[in-house]
């Protein structure tokens, strides 16, 4: 059973915009703490932002200000609003729920972003 599915990568030029989405079971949307982690070619994977069942965000300084989450309840599915994009934030982006133990047990499949100059 899929508990975590990600879409919404694509290709555009510097300064654009795009929109990730996570959709998750109810479960895990109402329960867990969520991220979306990012891994570019050759580069180890970060962090992008943590959201918290408390409803607090933590961003990463490298996207800070540019990039915004929001939600649809009704839909168990959390927006990654991408702005100002820069060509370094190209990388396969993740989303990650349940953190336990240090760890997030589920992942989505991830999906492409790719910011051409």
């Known amino acids: 059973q899929v508990q975590l599915v990600d879409s919404g990568g694509g290709s555009v030029q510097a300064g654009g915009s795009l929109k990730l989405s996570c959709t998750a079971s109810k479960y895990i949307f109402s329960r867990c703490t969520m991220a979306w982690y990012r891994q570019a070619p050759g580069k180890e994977r970060e962090l992008v932002l943590r959201f918290s069942t408390d409803g607090t965000t933590s961003y990463s300084e490298a996207v800070k200000g540019r990039f915004t989450i929001s939600q649809d309840n009704d839909e168990n599915t959390r927006y990654l609003q991408m702005n100002s994009l820069k060509t370094e934030d190209t990388a396969v982006y993740y989303c990650?729920?349940?953190?336990?133990?240090?760890?997030?047990?589920?992942w989505g499949q991830g999906t492409q972003v790719t910011v051409s100059s």
């Open positions: 990650a729920a349940c953190l336990r133990g240090g760890a997030f047990d589920y």
